[in-house]
């Protein structure tokens, strides 16, 4: 459902209730930013930063949104070359949203992302859980390699410095609900290529296309309280299919920091 845009808002008023909660602040890196709408949101709130991806089909969309953005740099690249991109710069919040399951190397990116952030820096980021059970044939579509078992992402993050201080679902029950109706009555559309090649081009892909019945979706149904329904039961993570996770930086991994702690 990654590019169903009720789905999306509801999303970033998650985000937003996240960055007020915990008084976050930028510089901020929007972590594999697909078309730049999530880092054109953060630059709105007076937040400078950048925004890094390695599909040239989803920058050329984000370059364009961010072109009168001063305070945020748009990059091309592979998110495990985090540190050579920005270039020795320092963020203190990272968004990555819809990121992990697409990659080969979740680790290697994780532990990127954990290097160009301090001690007390903060992550959020969307991971759909639960693979033995919400499974779909959008998640091929998407170029998904993986979803997460919860009690596998806590460890990932523990190994690379975080502690998770929030995890919320952002789809029970209304838009899990969907999903499961939609990815049974709607037969899976034709896949080309591998995953990753899928992954490079899965912002504008539109699994969410039934006609008449797309159009009263998105257009009659009271977005603002199915939104509400979903914050009230954002606590049933082990019921949804994806989840926001909000994590600090609580220690610091990178190379420099091994070889100090070796000396001191």
Known sequence: MASFSPFKDHIIKELDELIQRYSLKGPFLDAGCGL???????????????????????????????????????????LVNLAKLLKGAIVETVVMFDVLEHVEDD?????????????????????????????????????????????????????????????WDITYPALWLMRRVYTAIKPAPKMEGTPIERS??????????????????????????????????????????EVIVLAKKSWKNSPTAAILGVLS
């Open 36 to 78: 730049g709408d999530v880092a054109l949101h953060l630059s709105k709130k007076g937040w400078a930063g950048f925004a890094v991806d390695m599909s040239e089909v989803a920058l050329e969309t984000a370059r364009s949104e961010l072109a009168q953005v001063s305070s945020v740099k748009v990059i091309s690249g592979n």
């Open 107 to 167: 680790h290697a990116v994780l532990s990127a992302v954990s290097s160009v952030q301090p001690k007390g820096g903060h992550l959020i980021m969307t991971i759909p859980s639960h693979p033995q059970r919400e499974w779909r044939w959008d998640d091929d579509y998407y170029g998904h390699l993986r979803r997460y078992d919860l009690d596998v992402l806590e460890q990932m993050l523990r190994d690379n410095g975080y502690s998770i201080i929030e995890m």
């Open 200 to 241: 490079m081009i899965s912002t504008g892909l539109q699994a969410w296309d039934m006609g008449v019945i797309s159009w009263v979706v998105l257009n009659l149904m009271p977005w603002r309280l199915v939104s509400k329904w979903i914050s009230m039961n954002r606590h049933q993570y082990e019921r949804g299919h």
